[in-house]
């Protein structure tokens, strides 16, 4: 049972850090894409030349950041439920509250690389471009969003094993720190220790 | 427990309608049992993406016999490559950007300047240095944070009543989700398919008249409750210099603001104007280290991954029940009640208001807005107007107990005493706002003058 949920919990932690690096990648996306629509308005207005998909193109790497960060905010417990019941429950029913919302997930990302993979086939079928100035092949930028949804899932699966095997060995305790939701003071935390830190650099 | 009430009594109308001939060509006990489903599994506390999208795809197949399976993949693909959204995780990262800048320190001595001669003193320049900053970011929690942070220390061991300062604070930052550029005006015209830049010409004078309100409590607070004076006089000259300090905002709020309102730009372009300023701005302050922007990119990505998944999970929900045709005729139906319509508007208020203490105010928005837009729109609401209605009503959760994000930012920036006084203090400042409801409800123009 131990080796079993010691594999299983390294499982998980591998993806996490997987996930991690794909949502700092999601993140320097957003970056990048103020970057381009800033510069090309300005070649635009001053230089007369842009891109001619600025539209397409920071809407692909919107999708991009939206899945590729996918994973990460389930394992830093960012997507929302509302626990006020949750809380309340004694342990003991608490965690099949957990597992069941982490089934109801499973379902809908079920759904979702079902739709997204419908969604690359029939853009293979027709070798979809898209409409702008670029005729930017459509399985690009579909293949990546599609990706971050594939890891989404890789995740969850992964988790809710880990939670199934938690269970099984009667340990509670662990998957309540695995699944406790993110609450606002867990939030302003973070946001506080963001401030903290920007304050200690200004005096090193 | 208001929340429940409030759901047994539409269930009970609706159940009404029903057996007096007014319902929909639709069966309505499904209905009412998929309801009660849905309602299960957000007590159970279910991912509210999940429960919108799997929802969705049940409601399809026990009400549908079209493939409309088939069409889930292109609107989860058109949801989250949708340029008005794009918006959202650029003005995220500008927030962030400038929470880290240092900027806001500025800002604040600055006003300290002008303003605490006033009844109220430094309480005013909490609340002015908030609406400033909430003109650049379109975050509560990012402006409360960051305002919290620069004021909290300048009322250490003073005679300032901490429960009036804190609220202030509280009120202020709330502030950031409605003074544009707001994240939820954002969320609210991609669920109804109306302009960015409309909502945020709306917003402009409820938002004023909000801070003006602000401003009135602490006016009479200062009165009530006179402090000794502190006798010092700054002199002009020095006063002008340090005004400069608001300058970096005022750039800010030109780039973003200015663009929007002034036609150059759209929202979408604003809000990567904003990135680039925050971060030429952090530059010269010497913040901009990668550490700083690997943080920026990292909580800005989670907050959007958060926002889009629900965002999907509602758009597959909404296009099965548009097609349907469930929202029209919910709202044909309500429409047809025989009570007048500003009874309705009341109670979907009294909803929000009551949703509002134990629902943060994004999900709120999400899961009601495909329902009850409709209805809003059949009644003869003004879509800009309702969407003004919608952010004022989200601003008043996040300073209602007990789930109020705002609050406890600002306790964990305190770090002692207890969060009651917080929730003392607040109060009188959400009467403000809810003042500016009720003045928008009978004064709808105020709302729509400028556009």
Same mark, same amino acid.
Request: glycine fraction near 10%; include cysteine; charge should be neutral.
């Given at each position: 049972?131990?080796?079993?949920?010691?594999?299983?919990?390294?499982?998980?932690?591998?993806?996490?850090?997987?996930?991690?690096?794909?949502?700092?990648?999601?993140?320097?996306?957003?970056?990048?894409?103020?970057?381009?629509?800033?510069?090309?308005?300005?070649?635009?207005?001053?230089?007369?030349?842009?891109?001619?998909?600025?539209?397409?193109?920071?809407?692909?790497?919107?999708?991009?950041?939206?899945?590729?960060?996918?994973?990460?905010?389930?394992?830093?417990?960012?997507?929302?439920?509302?626990?006020?019941?949750?809380?309340?429950?004694?342990?003991?029913?608490?965690?099949?509250?957990?597992?069941?919302?982490?089934?109801?997930?499973?379902?809908?990302?079920?759904?979702?690389?079902?739709?997204?993979?419908?969604?690359?086939?029939?853009?293979?079928?027709?070798?979809?471009?898209?409409?702008?100035?670029?005729?930017?092949?459509?399985?690009?930028?579909?293949?990546?969003?599609?990706?971050?949804?594939?890891?989404?899932?890789?995740?969850?699966?992964?988790?809710?094993?880990?939670?199934?095997?938690?269970?099984?060995?009667?340990?509670?305790?662990?998957?309540?720190?695995?699944?406790?939701?993110?609450?606002?003071?867990?939030?302003?935390?973070?946001?506080?220790?963001?401030?903290?830190?920007?304050?200690?650099?200004?005096?090193? | 427990?208001?929340?429940?009430?409030?759901?047994?009594?539409?269930?009970?109308?609706?159940?009404?309608?029903?057996?007096?001939?007014?319902?929909?060509?639709?069966?309505?006990?499904?209905?009412?049992?998929?309801?009660?489903?849905?309602?299960?599994?957000?007590?159970?506390? *279910?991912?509210?993406?999940?429960?919108?999208?799997?929802?969705?795809?049940?409601?399809?197949?026990?009400?549908?016999?079209?493939?409309?399976?088939?069409?889930?993949?292109?609107?989860?693909?058109?949801?989250?490559?949708?340029?008005?959204?794009?918006?959202?995780?650029?003005?995220?990262?500008?927030?962030?950007?400038?929470?880290?800048?240092?900027?806001?320190?500025?800002?604040?001595?600055?006003?300290?300047?002008?303003?605490?001669?006033?009844?109220?003193?430094?309480?005013?320049?909490?609340?002015?240095?908030?609406?400033?900053?909430?003109?650049?970011?379109?975050?509560?929690?990012?402006?409360?944070?960051?305002?919290?942070?620069?004021?909290?220390?300048?009322?250490?061991?003073?005679?300032?009543?901490?429960?009036?300062?804190?609220?202030?604070?509280?009120?202020?930052?709330?502030?950031?989700?409605?003074?544009?550029?707001?994240?939820?005006?954002?969320?609210?015209?991609?669920?109804?398919?109306?302009?960015?830049?409309?909502?945020?010409?709306?917003?402009?004078?409820?938002?004023?008249? *909000?801070?003006?309100?602000?401003?009135?409590?602490?006016?009479?607070?200062?009165?009530?409750?006179?402090?000794?004076?502190?006798?010092?006089?700054?002199?002009?000259?020095?006063?002008?210099?340090?005004?400069?300090?608001?300058?970096?905002?005022?750039?800010?709020?030109?780039?973003?603001?200015?663009?929007?309102?002034?036609?150059?730009?759209?929202?979408?372009?604003?809000?990567?104007?904003?990135?680039?300023?925050?971060?030429?701005?952090?530059?010269?302050?010497?913040?901009?280290?990668?550490?700083?922007?690997?943080?920026?990119?990292?909580?800005?990505?989670?907050?959007?991954?958060?926002?889009?998944?629900?965002?999907?999970?509602?758009?597959?929900?909404?296009?099965?029940?548009?097609?349907?045709?469930?929202?029209?005729?919910?709202?044909?139906?309500?429409?047809?009640?025989?009570?007048?319509?500003?009874?309705?508007?009341?109670?979907?208020?009294?909803?929000?208001?009551?949703?509002?203490?134990?629902?943060?105010?994004?999900?709120?928005?999400?899961?009601?807005?495909? *329902?009850?837009?409709?209805?809003?729109?059949?009644?003869?609401?003004?879509?800009?107007?309702?969407?003004?209605?919608?952010?004022?009503?989200?601003?008043?959760?996040?300073?209602?107990?007990?789930?109020?994000? *705002?609050?406890?930012?600002?306790?964990?920036?305190?770090?002692?005493?207890?969060?009651?006084?917080?929730?003392?203090?607040?109060?009188?400042?959400?009467?403000?706002?809810?003042?500016?409801?009720?003045?928008?409800?009978?004064?709808?123009?105020?709302?729509?003058?400028?556009?």
């Amino acid at each position: 049972m131990d080796t079993v949920l010691t594999v299983g919990t390294g499982l998980r932690r591998a993806i996490e850090a997987v996930a991690k690096v794909m949502a700092l990648a999601a993140g320097w996306a957003y970056l990048a894409t103020a970057l381009f629509i800033t510069g090309d308005v300005l070649a635009r207005k001053f230089l007369g030349v842009s891109s001619g998909a600025t539209t397409e193109i920071s809407g692909y790497l919107l999708a991009f950041g939206i899945s590729w960060s996918l994973a990460h905010g389930l394992a830093e417990r960012a997507h929302i439920r509302i626990d006020l019941l949750v809380e309340k429950l004694p342990l003991a029913a608490r965690v099949w509250a957990h597992l069941v919302a982490l089934l109801a997930l499973l379902a809908l990302i079920a759904i979702l690389v079902w739709s997204a993979t419908n969604v690359l086939e029939e853009t293979l079928l027709f070798d979809a471009r898209d409409l702008s100035a670029l005729r930017i092949p459509m399985i690009w930028p579909q293949g990546l969003w599609a990706f971050g949804m594939f890891m989404l899932a890789l995740f969850a699966f992964a988790l809710t094993l880990e939670v199934v095997l938690l269970l099984a060995a009667g340990r509670p305790l662990e998957i309540e720190t695995l699944m406790r939701s993110r609450t606002a003071e867990d939030e302003s935390e973070e946001t506080i220790r963001a401030l903290h830190e920007a304050e200690e650099e200004t005096r090193a | 427990m208001i929340i429940l009430a409030v759901f047994v009594l539409f269930l009970g109308l609706f159940v009404w309608a029903s057996l007096t001939g007014h319902a929909p060509d639709i069966a309505i006990w499904p209905i009412i049992g998929l309801s009660l489903l849905f309602a299960g599994c957000f007590a159970a506390g *279910v991912y509210i993406a999940a429960i919108l999208g799997v929802l969705g795809v049940v409601t399809g197949f026990v009400f549908s016999d079209r493939p409309f399976y088939n069409f889930i993949g292109s609107v989860a693909w058109t949801t989250s490559s949708n340029y008005v959204l794009i918006a959202l995780p650029l003005f995220l990262l500008m927030g962030e950007l400038l929470l880290r800048s240092g900027v806001s320190a500025k800002l604040y001595k600055a006003l300290n300047l002008w303003l605490n001669r006033l009844p109220g003193g430094l309480l005013h320049t909490n609340i002015a240095s908030c609406a400033m900053f909430s003109a650049m970011s379109g975050s509560s929690i990012a402006t409360a944070a960051t305002m919290g942070s620069v004021a909290l220390p300048q009322f250490e061991d003073t005679a300032y009543d901490k429960r009036v300062v804190l609220g202030s604070l509280a009120a202020g930052g709330a502030l950031g989700s409605l003074i544009p550029p707001g994240t939820i005006l954002i969320i609210y015209a991609l669920l109804t398919n109306t302009s960015v830049g409309g909502l945020y010409a709306a917003a402009l004078v409820p938002a004023a008249l *909000v801070t003006l309100f602000c401003i009135g409590v602490i006016f009479v607070h200062g009165l009530r409750h006179p402090l000794p004076d502190s006798g010092v006089r700054v002199p002009l000259s020095a006063k002008l210099k340090g005004t400069v300090g608001i300058v970096p905002t005022l750039i800010l709020i030109a780039l973003v603001l200015g663009t929007i309102y002034g036609g150059l730009a759209t929202p979408t372009e604003a809000a990567a104007f904003g990135v680039a300023g925050a971060a030429f701005f952090a530059l010269i302050e010497g913040k901009l280290t990668l550490r700083a922007l690997n943080e920026s990119a990292l909580a800005a990505a989670r907050n959007t991954a958060m926002v889009g998944l629900i965002l999907i999970g509602a758009f597959v929900l909404n296009y099965v029940l548009t097609s349907l045709r469930v929202p029209q005729n919910v709202a044909g139906m309500i429409a047809d009640l025989p009570v007048p319509g500003w009874v309705i508007m009341a109670a979907i208020v009294l909803v929000y208001l009551a949703m509002g203490t134990i629902m943060e105010g994004f999900s709120m928005v999400v899961t009601t807005i495909p *329902v009850i837009f409709p209805v809003v729109v059949q009644l003869g609401y003004d879509p800009i107007w309702f969407g003004v209605m919608v952010t004022l009503l989200v601003e008043i959760a996040l300073i209602t107990p007990p789930d109020g994000t *705002v609050m406890y930012v600002l306790q964990g920036l305190r770090k002692s005493g207890p969060i009651t006084d917080i929730f003392q203090g607040v109060i009188p400042f959400v009467g403000a706002y809810l003042a500016v409801i009720v003045l928008l409800l009978f004064f709808p123009g105020l709302a729509l003058m400028f556009l």
